[in-house]
């Protein structure tokens, strides 16, 4: 695919290191996103990168899965390994958040049959406004979408929380201020998330202990 050079209108970027292609510099004007977001994501992955789709529920037609009715936001897609996806995001986060805009993991497949995981980048610095977009609930124990986003809002004030994945049913946080107690943390954890536990961990203590290690908040709701 023959390249595109980066001065051209629509892509501002001061870095030269990666020349967008074609399709991307397509995608970078139509989206009106900065080309330097592209650069840096090739700086750790060659995947193909898309407009922003996403949909929860996926069907098979012939062999094949599509989306079922997705949403497309103002942002990119692309596909990562399973074991790189979440040191990428920590990567490129800080500095994606100093220009305008949101990294994070949006299908976590855990490398079932090797299948990848994909990331997502939006056009925003704001967690709500990305939860709202994405439509995340846990709708199985009534908590809608304003729901979740008020119990984030309530984490945040608490222990500061950076957004690092979101999908229709799940979302996930690096916790910025250390809690006194991270098995009370965990308590309220389970409280509005009881699934972390009862389909996870399996004990609020082992709940604890590993968000203490990971430093991230987890709400999963099946």
């Known amino acids: 695919m023959v390249a595109a050079a980066m001065t051209l209108t629509g892509c501002n970027s001061n870095s030269v290191s990666y020349t967008l292609t074609d399709r991307e510099k397509s995608i970078c004007d139509s989206l009106k996103v900065d080309a330097s ?125 950076d957004l690092i994945g979101v999908s229709g049913d799940w979302c996930e946080f690096a916790v910025v201020n250390t809690p006194a107690d991270w098995l009370e943390f965990a308590k309220e954890v389970y409280a509005v998330c009881p699934d972390v536990v009862d389909q996870g961990t399996g004990s609020v203590e082992v709940l604890a202990e590993e968000m203490k290690r990971t430093k991230r908040l987890y709400f999963w709701w099946d």
């Not at 992955?45 to 929860?56: D, G, M, Q, R, T």
């Not at 094949?64 to 936001?73: C, G, S, T, W």
């Not at 074991?83 to 990567?91: A, I, P, Q, T």
């Open 37 to 161: 977001i592209i650069q840096e994501v090739r700086t750790y992955n060659s995947s193909e990168i898309e407009p922003f789709h996403y949909s929860l529920s996926k069907i098979v037609e012939n062999g094949v899965e599509a989306e079922a009715d997705p949403i497309h936001l103002n942002g990119l897609v692309f596909t990562e390994q399973n074991s790189k996806s979440y040191e990428l995001v920590f990567s490129l986060k800080d500095g994606f958040k100093q220009k305008g805009y949101s990294i994070f993991l949006l299908e976590n497949n855990f490398n079932i049959d090797s299948k990848p995981d994909y990331i997502g980048v939006l056009k925003t610095t704001d967690k709500y406004a990305i939860l709202k977009q994405i439509g995340t609930d846990g709708i199985n124990y009534d908590i809608t979408n304003d729901s979740l986003i008020n119990i984030v809002k309530q984490f945040d004030k608490k222990y500061s929380l």
